[in-house]
């Protein structure tokens, strides 16, 4: 179990009663907008948490002071072994960087823990505040990827889109 603690937020594996907090994000037509998923209904949050809460690479974020969680932080690893970083946050906690903060503690966990010279990042070109917060944390862009698709339209249709793919390299 993972228990990452930063000056305001804990970074911890999911549980059970974390379902409404998740749901004020997960539901959000915000937050899926630039993801692969669209607005998740209870079902899909409460699968989603029980699935999640024995993995050590999908978290939360909690916030300390209010003992609420305020948005979700992680990592997949790629077919070729690249450590790639996600995150989906509360827009109700937008601006007041705690994204940035659970980004830190997790890349910093992250090279501590893990055998790995670079973390990776990747998001569409649209989401601003997603490349931002990248280039914030340190992460350099490294290549533009077009005609990429992650999800597709209600049709069943795929959505193409354009991405951007950022690298963080371990600090020597």
Known sequence: MIDIRTERLIIRNYKESDLVDVMNYF?????SKYEDFYPMSEKQVRNIIAEWKYMDNRLVAELK??????G?????????GHHCIDYDFNPEY???????EAGNALIQH?????DIDAIYGDCDVRNVSSWKLLERLGFQRI????NQSYKNDRLGN???????LYEL????
């Open 27 to 31: 539901s959000n037509e915000e937050v």
């Open 65 to 70: 002071e209010k003992q609420i969680v305020i």
């Open 72 to 80: 979700s932080i992680g990592y997949w690893v790629d077919d070729e």
């Open 94 to 100: 937008y601006g007041k960087g705690y994204a940035m």
């Open 110 to 114: 992250l090279f501590e823990s893990a």
């Open 143 to 146: 290549k533009r990827f077009d």
């Open 158 to 164: 795929p959505i193409l889109i354009s991405t951007y």
């Open 169 to 172: 390299k371990r600090m020597e």
